[in-house]
């Protein structure tokens, strides 16, 4: 009998001991299941923001209390799409709003006059009065920095690498490339022009920069190509008399295209600039860059903001197609595959093709329109507000 009762208390051991691995395998396997889809709804990610990135996906995690979310224009510097989730810049903090306006991963700053200048989840956030900057992946501040000199531009690459331009002790600009661990790999002094925008190529290889001066009475630019690899030298550079360039963006590969106030450019390969887009007459008023290289510009028709066009520009800088419009478009923004435009009460939505699929009717004071594939943003004097792309949507007889 006594043997029976020992029998039987392993058998009740075992027992609960198996119950233990297996609660201990199940949870493993929910947690690797759990990473598997944050991998996916991330992209891709490299060893050094691995735990960044899946921190913020974990972060998002549970809903918020959906929009509209209440917010200040004033306090609003920038906002980006990634993944679903907007990327805020504010006076004093960036953070991310999720689906359902959850608010995760804020991270407080003091800089008088930010910029910010994102890539996917990794993006670089400067003070332009001052030489303080950071750069920040998900959840985390990578790297925080503040040089002597005032920074002017900024750039981040989908590697991790990033740039700033400063001014310089004994030139008027100097731009600086740093690898992704924070070691400088390029400087270049500008002796007596001004850089305005920076970007950095997909494979990292590559710094295309935009740089202004006033000449003889006249802003000129030029266009330099970077091999940050190779010190005291560029492998192109291209001459813009009488335009001021605004923007630079490499798209697909080693292409760029460049946008100034008057002319959009495209180079290829680096090295091949294609035949210049002229405006003539008419006058850039706002534009919009999307993450893939294509863009939509809105130009005032003989200066006049009353009448006014939307031209877009797919990857290639073919232009699909261009739309006039008898009113003011106050924004324009673009993700690639939707155009939105923003008017005082209304924002109309248009394939890549120059369908137009949606029309919003909204109430209040109007300020920016942001397009992230099936939802539309839009940011009042006191709120964010989300909408269908497509279809026809009108609060006007709904109190707010």
Not at 38 to 58: E, H, I, P, R, S
């Amino acid at each position: 009998m006594k043997n029976s009762g020992d029998e039987k208390k392993k058998k009740l051991t075992v027992s609960v001991r198996t119950k233990k691995i297996l609660t201990a395998v199940l949870a493993a396997a929910v947690v690797i299941l759990i990473v598997m889809t944050a991998a996916q709804k991330l992209g891709n990610m490299t060893v050094t923001t691995f735990t960044a990135d899946v921190k913020a996906y974990f972060m998002s995690l549970g809903s918020g209390d959906g929009y509209p979310y209440s917010i200040s224009a004033d306090t609003v510097r920038n906002i980006r799409v990634n993944k679903s989730n907007l990327t805020l810049l504010l006076d004093d903090k960036t953070t991310v709003l999720t689906s359902s306006a959850k608010e995760i991963m804020p991270k407080s700053h003091t800089y008088s006059n930010p910029i910010m200048k994102a890539k996917g989840s990794k993006m670089i956030v400067c003070d332009l009065d001052s030489g303080k900057f950071r750069v920040q992946s998900g959840a985390e501040i990578l790297r925080e920095e503040n040089h002597k000199n005032n920074i002017m531009a900024a750039a981040i690459g989908s590697k991790g690498n990033y740039a700033v331009a400063e001014y310089g002790d004994n030139a008027q600009s100097v731009l600086l490339v740093y690898s992704k661990k924070g070691k400088e790999k390029f400087k270049w002094d500008f002796k007596d022009e001004r850089v305005i925008d920076i970007d950095l190529s997909s494979n990292g290889k590559y710094a295309a920069v935009a740089a202004v001066k006033a000449q003889d009475g006249e802003m000129s630019s030029k266009l330099y190509v970077f091999n940050i690899n190779k010190a005291d030298e560029y492998i192109a550079c291209f001459d813009y008399p009488g335009t001021t360039l605004l923007r630079v963006n490499y798209v697909k590969g080693n292409n760029i295209a460049a946008l100034g106030d008057n002319l959009k450019s495209y180079i290829k390969n680096n090295s091949k600039r294609q035949d210049d887009i002229k405006f003539g007459s008419d006058k850039l008023y706002k534009y919009c860059v999307a993450s893939n290289g294509s863009s939509a510009l809105v130009l005032s028709k003989y200066g006049s903001t009353s009448l006014s066009s939307l031209t877009f520009f797919n990857s290639s800088d073919k232009e699909k197609f261009t739309v006039d419009f008898d009113k003011e478009a106050k924004w324009v923004d673009t993700d690639g595959k939707y155009i939105a435009v923003l008017f005082d009460s209304e924002v109309r939505t248009y394939n890549k093709r120059g369908k137009q699929v949606g029309t919003i009717y909204f109430t209040g004071e109007p300020q920016r329109v942001t397009v992230d594939s099936g939802r539309t943003y839009v940011l009042t004097s006191v709120n964010i507000k989300s909408y269908k792309t497509r279809g026809t949507t009108d609060e006007r007889q709904v109190s707010e």
